[in-house]
């Protein structure tokens, strides 16, 4: 289909020689707004190692796998910690701990229950489908310092991710319940993480829009590979979409 | 497999489906809400030929509606979100509808070939053009005598002339057809010039110059939002191929004797078990659709695997005959005015 009527085609025009530029990454406020988004990514590195330390005692027959996964994520967080160090930031840590603390409840609580599920669910398809969204989002406005090193991440991340989809899958029809019920209580949370980041990630340059359609694309894949139903995940990504 | 990119013709109309779809979430939310929603598979069925081949199809909505024009980076992450969905599903041909291939084109997202870890593989999509342009001729070359217009006396004016769609139809009206006189109107001087030269003829004229000499107006840009047609200024009869994007030209239209024709929309032989058509407003939503999506099916049917339609100017009269003749082979026809057809003033 062949046309656009000529004023939007202007304005369309204006707007992209607009976002083209890369942020100033001397400036006093990215710097300010790195802080918490580096520390935030630090934070989420070891949260991830932990998870998987913590998920290998719920299914010891993996619990080697589950240790070499965790290892990645220990050098990711390493990797992270210099960006920061390169662009001479320090990271807001306790605002980090802070921002993850509702979701690390929460896999703390099914930890003790042994639902392996859920542990599941919040570690390798909520975070890292988050992480990798985020991560994709940032390299093209990242300083090339980070670039590389976030470019290298968001590989390991899909064996993170896969490794949680291929479980799931395996186990479907004993986790759909639990995987529903997980979803519920837990994807509200990623969303409002989501919004109480926008401000400081819009200052990288990184659109809320953006991060919320990536994230969704990519935890949707992953429940559409585990086995669930177009309608059932379009129905469970709402969450994630109201506010 | 075959796929078609589409979504629906406003924010209100894409509310009202996702409510119809139990969607509740989607449908309240407002268009910031609409605007991080990811594409959708919404549906697939199968297209079975009158050769007998039975291909099946997937529709994927790309939660893009035309409110979102004014924001460039949303309307770019849809379209390229959409494709690398349908690339992902394996799909082996898809048609880049609606506004999807105008944003393609206009937003030149050939710079953007790597949506995260996928690198897209433009042969897997066609921009449908190519049969959208045989249609519209055709559309012209059965429609214009029923009117009593006879095209070896006719003036045609091609509104959007220079465009990939427009210079097809051109090239078709001229060296197939045999119009008397094409009149060709374009926002450019220089491409009209280059295309005067190429078709060694045609008149170029302003839209206002050209509308009261026009005997058939094919209209392949969209029009100027303020713009109001008087018919009395036009030729009676006239005929008027509506092929722009979204289809709008009856509207605008004050007066009689001025026999609008939706351009670029065909019907198959059969009834398709898709509810999608119904998304896009047609008549007769289980079997006419658009020209550009037919051809994602042509292209399966006759497992031509290839961006068929691509870039600018590459329609070739060739590449014509071959989806016209697919066209006709697997049982599309093009939308024609209702027969009897009140003949004015002839």
Redesign the interface.
């Known amino acids: ?9 202007a ?2 025009e204006d ?2 020689a607009a ?1 083209s530029q890369l942020p100033d990454f001397t400036s006093e406020a990215y710097k300010d707004a790195y802080s918490r988004i580096n520390a935030i990514v630090i934070e989420g590195e070891q949260e991830a190692h932990d998870n998987y330390i913590a998920l290998g005692t719920l299914i010891p027959e993996q619990k080697d796998e589950l240790a070499r996964l965790a290892r990645m994520e220990l050098k990711h967080m390493k990797g992270f910690t210099s960006c920061g160090r390169n662009l001479g930031v320090e990271a807001d840590l306790p605002f980090a701990k802070k921002f993850f603390a509702p979701l690390h409840g929460n896999f703390q609580a099914a930890l003790q229950e042994g639902k392996v599920v859920t542990c599941l669910l919040i570690q390798a398809l909520l975070i890292e489908a988050f992480a ?1 969204s985020a991560y ?1 989002i940032y390299i093209p406005v990242a300083d090339p310092f980070a670039r590389k090193i976030t470019e290298g991440v ?2 390991d991340e ?1 064996t993170h991710l896969n490794y949680g989809q291929e479980w799931l899958k395996a186990n479907f029809e004993a986790s759909k319940d639990e995987l529903m019920e997980a979803n519920k209580a837990n994807l509200p949370l990623i969303r409002s993480m989501l919004e109480q980041v926008a401000a400081d990630a819009a200052v990288l340059q990184m ?4 991060l ?3 994230f ?2 990519a935890y ?2 992953a429940l559409s590979e585990i086995g669930f139903s ?2 059932d995940i ?2 469970m ?3 994630a ?2 506010v | 497999m075959f796929g078609l990119i589409g979504h629906s013709t406003s924010f209100e109309a894409a509310r009202q489906k996702a409510s119809e ?6 449908a ?2 407002d268009l ?2 609409w ?8 549906e697939t069925f199968d297209v079975t030929s009158p050769t007998g081949r039975t291909i099946t199809g997937a529709y994927i909505d790309s939660c893009f509606v035309p409110e979102m ?2 924001r ?4 770019r ?1 849809k379209v390229l ?1 959409a494709m ?2 349908a690339q ?1 599903k394996g799909i082996h041909i898809t048609a880049l ?3 999807t ?3 393609f084109e ?2 030149n997202l050939l710079q953007h070939q790597h949506v ?2 996928t690198t897209l593989e433009w042969e897997r999509f066609t ?3 190519t049969h ?1 342009a045989w249609v519209i001729s055709r559309q012209v070359e059965i429609n214009a005598p029923r009117l009593g217009i006879d095209l070896s006396k006719a003036r045609v004016a091609v509104v ?1 002339a220079t ?4 210079s097809a139809v051109c090239r078709w009206l001229s060296q197939r057809t045999g119009v008397a006189e094409l009149l060709l109107v374009a ?1 450019q001087p220089q491409p009209l010039l280059d295309l005067q030269n190429e078709l060694g003829g045609g008149r170029i004229l302003s839209l206002d110059e050209a509308l009261p000499e026009a005997d058939v107006v094919v209209w ?3 029009m ?2 303020m713009l109001e047609i008087d018919a009395a200024s036009l030729r009676q009869p006239c005929l008027m191929i509506d ?3 979204p289809k709008n030209l009856d509207a605008r239209i004050a007066g009689s004797g001025v026999h609008v024709l939706k351009g ?1 929309i065909v019907e198959f032989g059969s009834d398709i078990g898709w509810n999608m058509m119904e998304l896009a407003e047609m008549e007769k939503p289980q079997r006419q659709m ?1 020209a ?1 999506f037919a051809e994602a099916m042509l292209l399966e049917f006759e497992s031509c695997h290839t961006n068929f339609s691509w870039g600018r100017n590459n329609i070739t009269l060739e590449k014509m005959d071959f989806i016209g003749e697919a066209s006709r082979r697997h049982g599309f026809s093009t939308l024609n005015l209702s027969a009897p057809v009140q003949v004015a003033a002839a």
């Open positions: 289909m062949p046309t656009l009527e000529t004023s939007e085609v304005v369309l707007s992209m976002g990798i994709h968001v590989k899909y659109e809320k829009e953006d919320i359609e990536d969704l694309i949707q894949e177009s309608r379009a129905r990504a709402a969450a979409l109201a | 779809l139990g969607f509740d979430h989607i309240d939310g910031d809400v605007c991080s929603a990811p594409p959708q598979l919404v024009l004014s460039f980076k949303t309307a992450r979100n690398e969905l992902k509808g609606g506004f291939s105008i944003i206009n937003f995260r870890s921009t449908g053009n959208t959007g465009g990939d769609i427009g926002r392949v840009a969209s100027p939002r092929g722009g994007y670029g658009f550009c």
